[in-house]
């Protein structure tokens, strides 16, 4: 690797939205769309570019996917929930 080669801003700011959005509810759903998107992009510009940041990248985009999970099946939680309030 090359000594001055630097981390990917996009790579970073990837996995900090996914980290975002496995904590913050509903508004998690739009941080996780966006980290995938982003790191989607970091990985294109580090195997062009010879840039560092190809883990942090993967790892947003676990950290997206997961948090896409959780905050879908939260919202169809609660969906569920005011379905069954409504029933009674």
Do not use: W, Y
Request: hydrophobic letters at 55%; one cysteine or more; charged letters at 10%.
């Amino acid at each position: 690797m090359n000594d001055n080669a630097q981390t990917n801003g996009s790579s970073v700011i990837s996995l900090t939205l996914g980290v975002l959005s496995i904590v913050i509810p509903f508004i998690g759903l739009f941080l996780g769309i966006i980290g995938i998107v982003m790191s989607q992009r970091a990985t294109k510009e580090v195997s062009e570019g010879h840039e560092l940041g190809r883990g942090l990248a993967i790892s947003g985009l676990i950290c997206s996917l997961v948090g896409l999970v959780i905050q879908a099946l939260i919202i169809m939680g609660v969906i569920m929930f005011f379905m069954f309030v409504n029933a009674v």
